[in-house]
């Protein structure tokens, strides 16, 4: 696989070297890169932003393949995974008064020796899942569908409207085998006020619903094993194993969230700021056969961000962002008992659970994340475009899972410190860029009620080590970009490599390594 | 500008404030259980220190009694408890309690309170009974296995009768009955208290041991009945060598391998009818229940369904009839229902079943042994299967110790 990606890299850039096309005017990444930089409320959920950002016609489109190894992961991670994606997005006016962003992007892949949980959700959400002990290959299709609509100036307002829309099939391909199904479908509507005609200041406010419902409708074997353990959790090292418990299985999860968020933005020549907070709460069902509940699932989000653009010297841009979030989510769990009543009329029978006992915050999530990202970037003098980049990013975070009487409990924290940089070279044919990180892991402290269930020994205790590790992480991507003409239309190709590789303190490594093709357009 | 920026500061310092209270989660409950003793003890007896349990989801938890026979259970998760207790009281102390003398071996005294919900902090009155069976069933093995061509295998199915008591005891024309196992109960135990004052369980099926000639089963013997009397422990390591069976249910459709110098069961009745051996469902619900009486069993009314007239009728047994019963329900994914009991508390104030949801795990139920005594083994019977009964995969024939 690696041989083959090395002389894909090697033949590609030995056409670009023997190419004598001069390079025409036309987009390319570095101006990719400077609308990136430079749109502020794309980095929102505010589509009516999108039209005080920029109006510029662009998009992209690239097919990706990537492969992840090693033997650094978390237990329900896998141990490899190798993924293909396609995505194309296009930011562009539509007709005379709106303004248009659009998002497609397919996804599927494979997991290698994954365990433990047969869900797209394994951390810090709801406990309420299921999975086998035994380690099987995953396959995954995912679609995204992002649709945003703003309107040009109406007065001193403007309108938009933002869709999100998540299809995802994850399929085990062994015993027992399970096939989650995803939707997830969000609705933004949003607006923002412009203090004045020409004024800097400009107050933003969206609101949201989102439905996300993953189900697994059944389980099916090959073999007969009646051994065979199914695991359902219920938070920490409480899983309940069940010799042929995959028979008559259903479970589905719906949640519903609410959210808003709250933007204000400051523009001038100079300066661009966009500071936004935002509130997100909700909560998610957990349903079995006959609308057995094993418990409930209530989730809060608070988020703060802010964006600040600072241009100088006429070729430099400052960009400096800060964000913060914090998630509080906790779960009731309940005990329920099934009363069958005979209809003496017809005949049938009636099952219903009902709740009689609640065990109020029994599994509890807590984290809480800030950063602080600094990028230097060199721009081009002739043309909107970044030339080269110099930046830092620190983070830190913070998390922690309880699960109540008997107190079980994993807190955990750590810094990361990443170095970036970039640089066009060869007359803009050839970009490169890469980070280093450390990764520093502060405290890491578990205590288990019982530390000898199956999900503590074969989860829990050796995940420990995961999170108690520190690393060093380097990147590097080498991007190759060509312009084309096709019909007397001028885009811009390219071919994006990049390997990553990670070697942790406990002696593991992980690495990825991709490539990408691309068309900006 | 400035104002803005600090406005938006202060609005997320409120919000990370936090809009999450976890101080009031659920806490840790206190239980109290005071135990009244059986009415037939009016003399004085002496509850302290008696062992009351309280299990929920396959843990146990014990407390012993203080002087007012009040066992006490603090730092108690909130939970479906089911409480139970039993102990033991010699020959001199049941007659000083009750001025009789009928239990020579002396007494168990069991008291059983099931899916007792336990929230708050709680007081419960826990009555007992005094339990005096001599003849209990001691294993039902009903799971089947997996031959060695990974196929089902049910024919080496069996369960034992186990005699309790000091001295032999003639167990011809004692009667077993299969309980009634549909997918949903044909009688709830509300339906049969609300129909039948409480007083009668629903048989699908009842054979007898013959009555041509005693059989008398030893002390700390068992009587072992099958439906299969053959060697089977060629088809899977779980099976038995059953060629030793006392009493084998004959298949009269032939599909079952049977052997004619075993001594058939008398079919008595049966809701089915192509089927003539004993019907253990691999996967439970398999209550069985014995019982002995004068009158003609075929002779006992019939009912359909609760709510229908027509389709299969079972026979309505009185419980007075009964001398031990073991409620085994199915498992499923959810955890085994009180909702699928079919005997009520004074047969059997528990439930049991396999562990696994389907079956063919070569699982066994076995009754657990108490004690020695006197060379023979004391099976433990305190009338609740939960506490009386454990599997094992490995425990043979006519044996209840690994």
């Not at chain 1, 699960?403 to 994993?410: A, F, K």
């Not at chain 2, 049969?192 to 059989?215: G, H, Y």
Request: charged share 20%; net charge neutral; with cysteine.
């Amino acid at each position: 696989m690696k041989s083959k990606l090395l002389i894909i890299v090697l033949l590609s850039h030995s056409v670009v070297l023997w190419s004598n096309t001069p390079r025409q005017n036309i987009l390319d990444l570095g101006n990719y890169m400077f609308f990136d930089a430079v749109r502020l409320w794309k980095n929102t959920n505010n589509a009516a932003g999108l039209s005080l950002d920029s109006l510029v016609h662009l998009g992209q489109s690239a097919i990706n393949f990537g492969h992840r190894g090693g033997n650094f992961y978390k237990v329900q991670e896998g141990t490899r995974q190798n993924q293909f994606s396609f995505v194309s997005d296009q930011y562009q006016p539509v007709g005379k008064k709106l303004y248009g962003y659009g998002k497609f992007e397919f996804e599927t892949g494979r997991i290698q020796e994954r365990a433990w949980s047969d869900v797209f959700r394994s951390y810090n959400t709801n406990p309420y899942f299921t999975g086998s002990a035994i380690p099987g290959r995953y396959d995954y299709q995912n679609i995204l569908l992002t649709a945003s609509l703003a309107t040009l100036p109406m007065g001193n307002f403007r309108y938009g409207m933002k869709v999100n829309y998540l299809l995802g099939d994850l399929s085990r391909l062994r015993d027992p085998r399970t096939r989650s199904n995803l939707l997830e479908y969000q609705l933004i509507p949003s607006v923002v006020y412009s203090l004045g005609e020409n004024s800097p200041h400009h107050i933003g406010l969206n609101g949201y619903y989102k439905r996300r419902k993953e189900k697994i409708p059944n389980i099916t074997t090959v073999q007969t094993d009646p051994s065979m353990q199914y695991y359902f959790m219920s938070g920490m090292e409480n899983a309940l194993g069940v010799a042929s418990g995959f028979n008559g299985y259903n479970r589905e999860w719906v949640d519903h969230r609410f959210g808003a968020e709250l933007a204000y933005s400051y523009r001038i020549p100079h300066y661009y700021m966009l500071t936004t907070i935002g509130l997100e709460w909700g909560e998610e069902s957990v349903y079995g056969t006959y609308k057995y509940e094993p418990g409930k699932y209530y989730g809060y989000r608070y988020h703060l961000h802010s964006q600040h653009r600072i241009f100088s010297s006429g070729n430099k841009i400052h960009q400096l962002d800060f964000q913060a979030q914090m998630q509080q989510d906790y779960a009731d769990e309940y005990r329920q008992e099934l009363t069958v009543s005979a209809d003496p009329l017809t005949g049938y029978n009636s099952y219903h659970y009902h709740t009689i006992l609640t065990l109020k915050k029994r599994y509890q999530v807590q984290t809480f994340e800030t950063s602080a990202h600094y990028r230097l970037n060199i721009t081009d003098q002739t043309s909107s475009r970044i030339d080269s980049y110099l930046g830092m990013k620190t983070t830190f975070v913070w998390m922690q899972n309880k699960y109540l009487l008997h107190t079980s409990y994993r807190k955990h924290n750590f810094m990361n410190v990443m170095l970036e940089a970039g640089k066009f070279l060869l007359n803009n044919r050839l970009k490169i860029d890469g980070h280093g990180l450390y990764h520093r892991a502060l405290s890491t402290s578990q205590h288990l009620a019982d530390n000898t269930t199956d999900y503590a020994t074969q989860v829990l205790i050796p995940d420990l080590d995961y999170y108690g590790a520190h690393y060093w992480n380097g990147r590097m991507n080498i991007s190759l970009q060509l312009p084309v003409t096709w019909k007397k239309h001028s885009s811009m190709i390219y071919i994006t490599t990049f390997a990553d590789y990670l070697r942790a303190s406990t002696r593991q490594h992980s690495h990825r390594v991709g490539i990408s093709l691309g068309l900006l357009h | 500008m400035k104002v803005y920026l600090l406005s938006f500061m202060f609005l997320f310092a409120v919000l990370l404030g936090g809009c999450v209270d976890y101080q009031d989660a659920s806490g840790t409950v206190s239980l109290q259980v005071a135990i009244t003793p059986p009415s037939e003890l009016t003399g004085a007896i002496n509850l302290e220190g008696i062992s009351v349990s309280a299990s929920s989801n396959g843990k146990q938890i014990t407390a012993l009694t203080d002087d007012k026979g009040v066992a006490t259970f603090s730092g108690l998760v909130p939970e479906v408890y089911d409480i139970s207790t039993s102990w033991e009281i010699t020959a001199q102390q049941y007659n000083v309690a009750t001025g009789r003398s009928d239990q020579p071996g002396g007494a168990i005294i069991s008291g059983n309170q099931n899916a007792y919900s336990v929230f708050d902090n709680s007081n419960v009155t826990l009555s007992t009974n005094i339990i005096s069976s001599s003849l209990v069933i001691g294993k039902i093995y009903y799971a089947g296995s997996k031959d060695i061509n990974n196929r089902n295998y049910l024919p080496g199915r069996y369960f034992e009768i186990y005699n309790q008591s000091a001295s032999a005891i003639d167990v011809s024309g004692l009667y077993i009955g299969l309980v009634e196992s549909e997918s949903t109960p044909a009688y709830t135990l509300d339906n049969i208290r609300e129909e039948f004052a409480d007083s009668v369980v629903l048989l699908k099926q009842v054979f007898r041991i013959p009555t041509t000639a005693p059989f008398y089963l030893s002390s700390g013997g068992s009587v072992l009945i099958t439906n299969s009397a053959i060697d089977h422990t060629s088809n899977s390591t779980f099976e038995n060598d059953l060629t030793g069976a006392d009493f084998e249910a004959k298949d009269a459709s032939g599909r079952t391998v049977n052997n004619p110098d075993i001594s058939p069961l008398s079919l008595i009745y049966t809701i089915y009818p192509s089927i003539s051996n004993m019907n253990l469902l691999q996967s439970g619900p398999t209550g069985i229940v014995i019982f002995r009486t004068q009158i003609s069993v075929e002779n006992l009314p019939k009912v359909y369904k609760y709510g229908t007239a027509r389709g299969s009728q079972w026979l309505v047994l009185p419980k007075r009839y009964i001398i031990d019963g073991v409620d085994v329900v199915r498992n499923k994914t959810t955890g085994a229902t009180l909702a699928d009991k079919r005997l009520s508390a004074d047969i059997d104030g528990g439930i049991i079943h396999l562990n696994t949801t389907t079956g063919y795990t070569g699982e066994v139920l076995v009754r657990k042994v108490l004690r020695r005594e006197n060379g023979r083994i004391l099976l433990q019977d305190t009338n609740n299967s939960s506490n009386d009964f454990q599997t094992s995969t490995t425990i043979k024939i006519r044996n209840y110790e690994e």
